[in-house]
Protein backbone atom coordinates (compact mmCIF):
# COMPACT_ATOMS: atom_id res chain seq x y z
CA UNK A 1 0.00 0.00 0.00
CA UNK A 2 2.73 2.31 0.42
CA UNK A 3 3.77 2.29 -3.39
CA UNK A 4 0.25 3.49 -3.86
CA UNK A 5 0.78 6.80 -1.60
CA UNK A 6 4.26 7.49 -2.93
CA UNK A 7 4.91 6.66 -6.33
CA UNK A 8 8.47 6.67 -7.46
CA UNK A 9 8.99 8.59 -10.80
CA UNK A 10 11.47 5.58 -11.63
CA UNK A 11 9.63 2.90 -11.13
CA UNK A 12 6.95 4.73 -13.76
CA UNK A 13 7.98 3.57 -16.58
CA UNK A 14 8.31 0.12 -15.66
CA UNK A 15 4.55 -0.23 -14.44
CA UNK A 16 2.82 -1.82 -17.50
CA UNK A 17 5.43 -4.44 -18.20
CA UNK A 18 5.65 -5.23 -14.95
CA UNK A 19 1.93 -5.84 -14.19
CA UNK A 20 1.66 -7.53 -17.63
CA UNK A 21 4.15 -10.29 -16.42
CA UNK A 22 4.66 -10.55 -12.97
CA UNK A 23 0.41 -9.42 -11.63
CA UNK A 24 -0.23 -6.26 -9.11
CA UNK A 25 2.72 -3.90 -8.22
CA UNK A 26 1.86 -3.69 -4.67
CA UNK A 27 5.09 -6.13 -3.90
CA UNK A 28 7.20 -3.94 -5.97
CA UNK A 29 7.43 -1.52 -2.90
CA UNK A 30 11.21 -0.53 -2.05
CA UNK A 31 10.55 1.86 0.85
CA UNK A 32 10.35 -0.62 3.46
CA UNK A 33 14.22 -1.64 2.30
CA UNK A 34 15.17 1.86 2.01
CA UNK A 35 15.01 2.69 5.57
CA UNK A 36 18.22 0.53 6.09
CA UNK A 37 19.99 2.82 3.74
CA UNK A 38 20.43 5.30 7.11
CA UNK A 39 21.49 2.40 9.21
CA UNK A 40 24.18 1.48 6.80
CA UNK A 41 25.45 4.97 6.65
CA UNK A 42 25.50 5.38 10.18
CA UNK A 43 27.29 2.05 10.69
CA UNK A 44 29.99 3.14 8.51
CA UNK A 45 30.27 6.32 10.18
CA UNK A 46 33.90 4.94 12.18
CA UNK A 47 35.10 2.89 9.28
CA UNK A 48 38.55 3.65 8.09
CA UNK A 49 37.20 2.88 4.50
CA UNK A 50 39.48 0.10 4.03
CA UNK A 51 37.12 -2.62 4.71
CA UNK A 52 33.67 -0.76 4.93
CA UNK A 53 31.53 -4.12 4.88
CA UNK A 54 33.49 -5.70 7.46
CA UNK A 55 33.07 -2.83 9.56
CA UNK A 56 29.44 -2.55 8.89
CA UNK A 57 29.30 -6.39 9.53
CA UNK A 58 30.80 -5.97 12.85
CA UNK A 59 28.99 -3.16 13.69
CA UNK A 60 25.28 -5.22 13.00
CA UNK A 61 26.96 -7.77 14.97
CA UNK A 62 27.65 -6.03 18.04
CA UNK A 63 23.95 -4.80 17.95
CA UNK A 64 22.24 -8.57 17.44
CA UNK A 65 24.50 -9.25 20.37
CA UNK A 66 23.00 -6.83 22.76
CA UNK A 67 19.42 -7.76 21.06
CA UNK A 68 20.14 -11.57 22.19
CA UNK A 69 21.43 -10.59 25.77
CA UNK A 70 18.83 -7.86 26.50
CA UNK A 71 15.85 -10.11 25.20
CA UNK A 72 16.66 -12.95 27.67
CA UNK A 73 18.89 -15.22 25.14
CA UNK A 74 21.85 -17.32 26.37
CA UNK A 75 25.05 -19.37 24.70
CA UNK A 76 25.02 -22.59 26.21
CA UNK A 77 28.71 -23.98 26.85
Known sequence: AKIINK???HLLNH????????GP????STEV???FN???RM?????NGQAPSRDIARQFTGMDR???ILSG???EN
Not at 15 to 22: A, C, E, G, H, T
Not at 25 to 28: A, F, P, Q
Not at 43 to 47: E, G, I, L, N
Open 43 to 47: CSVFS
Open 33 to 35: FEC
Open 66 to 68: VKH
Open 7 to 9: VKL
Open 15 to 22: VIPDVQNF
Open 73 to 75: GYW
Open 25 to 28: IIRS
Open 38 to 40: TIF
